[in-house]
């Protein structure tokens, strides 16, 4: 048996994500070949518009996940501040970004974070090159992989500067609510790797607030990066993941992985946008089809199950590295935790562990608890049970679980994109830690609550339906940062 296999029936499944780069493009024509040269963009002529995120959106939605996007900033610039950051642009100091400034882009943008709850709004860089002198291009924006050599950390913060004034001009920043994007990707995997030095682009990464990144580290072996294909680790507080693709080429319109999934090395997995796109739009519906059905073959995979989130899919990596997993007896699970890097609680990575049952018909995960706590957070899927244990200390612990024809008394179903990383309840109250992206209803099993609330101004309780006939409770919130929100809310009995 795979060595996911903690018994027959039970599995500590490796996450999978796709991850999609070069979003926020507004025109997709290569420049990469023209002299002087340009970014490579999307390698399609093709002008880009909101629906184009709709249908990444949508296949997102019917998968249950919450989608890693990878924009690049620079033809989102609405001022043409770029012209004062010449390194950022092949035009550098003549900037001129007139022809993609009007209404389209104002409304592409809105809807996209509109739509934080299945596609997420990571960062892959202003221009995805650099451009260090007139008439000089160099791959790529973040590290000179020509000369195998850093870019000077001042120019790499200008970049960042630059950055936070684009997404200012849609209102995306700290004044307005928002976070500086939780997750980036080097344009062309131009990442500097050095965990032990002074400066390295985690460094920088971790000060401005991102706390995920994957990269392919095979381009960079100088920098002596983690060597095993699902390698990762934290470079500065930043963790990065290591990533391959697998045959999708980054200019090839509706194409999948080309190596099956069963094969696949890395948990990330990285894909393009124009993949996910069919030539028009009336093409459209069966090229989003065949991306909803591959997240339907991971699911039928038993070691594999896709992460809901980004967050989720670093904790689950984290415990695949470092959590040793064993059955002890039927309805008995011994897990030892005590070689968790603090660095994982240190920077909020820390996260839910998932495990999968394979039930019968009929059959359901009806209790579990982990040290005597109760653990609530569960999903029925296509024949499969997945427990969703809350963040785990380092430490060791046993759960205990029973699988029966009833289902728990009291449940938080973890069928939304976002993560309940704690519940605590008593017959008083239930407290759930949360962190919330967009607008989602919660569902739980109890008995109707007197009254739910949240502990914070922008994670906000919008609405709460209950059914008596079947004790389901219908909580939707909504969290004003389309970074998500963590916070805690409150359903109480009296
Ligand atoms: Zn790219």
Known sequence: MPSEYISRRITFPRPFAFVIDDMGWIQGSSLGEKTPSGPYRNGIKRVFDWQDYKHVVEIARAAGVRVQGLFILSELDRQNILAGFPTTTFQRGQWDNSANINEQQLEMVNYVVGQSAHLEFGFHG????????????????????????PWP????????????????????????????????????????????????????????GVKYANTNFTVIPELDPPAELNGGGFDHGLHVLGRLNYGNLWHELR????????????????????????????????????????????????????????????????????????????????IDNTRMPREAYDNDIAGNLVLRFALQQGEHLSSATVNGMSVAVFLEQDGYG???????????????????????????????????????????????????????????YCDRPSRVSSDRKDLLVKQTAYDEPTRKLTVTLEAADYQGVPGEISIVWD
């Open 255 to 334: 194409s999948l992985p080309k190596v099956p999934i069963s094969m696949q090395p890395t948990d990330v997995v990285e894909t393009h946008w124009v993949n996910w796109l069919a030539s028009d739009d009336f093409l459209q519906p069966e090229v989003s089809a065949q991306w909803v059905d591959y997240y339907r073959q991971v699911a039928r995979l038993p070691e594999r199950y896709a992460a809901k989130n980004t967050a989720q899919l670093h904790a689950q990596w984290l415990y695949k590295r470092y959590t040793v997993i064993s059955l002890v007896s039927e309805g008995v699970i011994a």
């Open 126 to 149: 202003i221009g995805h090159e650099h451009w260090p002198e007139n008439g000089e291009q160099r791959r790529a924006e973040w590290y000179n992989l020509e000369d195998d050599h």
């Open 153 to 208: 950390e001042e120019v790499l913060r200008e970049h960042i500067t630059a950055a936070r004034s684009i997404l200012d001009q849609y209102g995306l920043s700290p004044s307005a609510g928002h976070s500086f994007p939780e997750t980036f990707v080097p344009g062309a995997y131009s990442y500097y790797w050095n965990p032990d030095g002074e400066y390295s682009l985690g460094k920088l990464m971790r000060e401005t």
């Open 386 to 444: 997945y427990l969703y244990l809350p963040i785990l200390e380092r430490q060791r612990y046993e759960l205990r679980y029973e699988i029966g024809a009833h289902y728990p008394e009291f449940g938080v179903v973890a069928d939304g994109t976002y993560n309940v990383l704690a519940v605590k309840n008593n017959d008083q109250q239930a407290v759930l830690s949360i962190k919330m992206y967009g607008r989602q209803d919660v569902i739980l």
